[in-house]
């Protein structure tokens, strides 16, 4: 079965500072990666996505994630923190099959301090 | 990418009463889901919404307790029915393509709260 972890429910860091939210995976086969951000009382928007290729990954708003199979991981970053990241980050997955289910992680709240 | 309706944004019901939660694509696209999330906690998948048939449920949910449309390949519907405080959430519409796209894309949710 397909899971996601995210360890820490909440990180902080100070503005300008670097960012990493961490997220580990379990599934059986190629999986698909992605990063979404919930901003309070808004859905999800979709951040990233690693499907094949190159293990680092840039997305929307200066992110990216880093790919890495041996380690089953899928780590966020960023290179400085804005206060304007402070929000709720999911990490999910999916098998390659995209017939699956997409799994979602229980969220890390990050807050960027002034 | 899509962009994604969904009405209303937030809503306070008594107990006993129903909600319809309605979501409009701006393109057609082959899946629609709906999940729920509950107050502090991740998403949890309710139903694939299928056009033209019955929904397809997940695990702990049931058709007469959401109920669930789609008579085409743009909009559907979730009703929350018979609310009870438990029912309080944020109910989130989703789309993906299946030609060209692997990602979810989202509506903005509707805040229920049951009072």
């Known amino acids: 079965a397909q899971s996601v972890a995210q360890p820490e429910d909440q990180v902080n860091v100070a503005e300008g500072n670097p960012l990493t939210v961490k997220c580990t995976y379990s599934v059986s086969g190629n999986p698909y990666l992605f990063w979404y951000v919930q901003y309070p009382n808004r859905g999800l928007q979709f951040l990233l996505k690693y499907i094949t290729g190159d293990n680092l990954v840039k997305g929307s708003y200066g992110f990216e994630a880093e790919f890495n199979k041996s380690q089953t991981s899928f780590h966020l970053k960023k290179p400085s923190a804005l206060v304007s990241d402070s929000a709720l980050y999911f990490c999910?997955?999916?098998?390659?099959?995209?017939?699956?289910?997409?799994?979602f992680g229980k969220g890390t709240r990050l807050h960027i301090l002034p | 990418s899509a962009v994604i309706s969904q009405k209303p944004s937030r809503d306070i019901c008594q107990r006993g009463t129903s909600l319809t939660i309605q979501c409009q694509v701006d393109s057609q696209v082959t899946m629609m889901f709906w999940y729920r999330q509950q107050p502090g906690q991740s998403l949890t998948l309710i139903a694939t919404a299928n056009q033209g048939s019955e929904a397809t449920y997940e695990s702990g949910f049931v058709i007469d307790k959401f109920p669930i449309s789609r008579p085409n390949l743009t909009f559907s519907t979730l009703t929350v029915s018979n609310l009870s405080p438990e029912d309080s959430s944020i109910y989130l519409c989703?789309?993906?393509?299946?030609?060209?796209?692997?990602?979810?894309?989202f509506g903005q949710g509707t805040r229920l709260t049951v009072v």
């Open positions: 999910a997955v999916r098998r390659e099959n995209r017939d699956d289910k997409i799994i």
């Open positions: 989703s789309v993906e393509f299946r030609l060209g796209g692997t990602e979810a894309f």
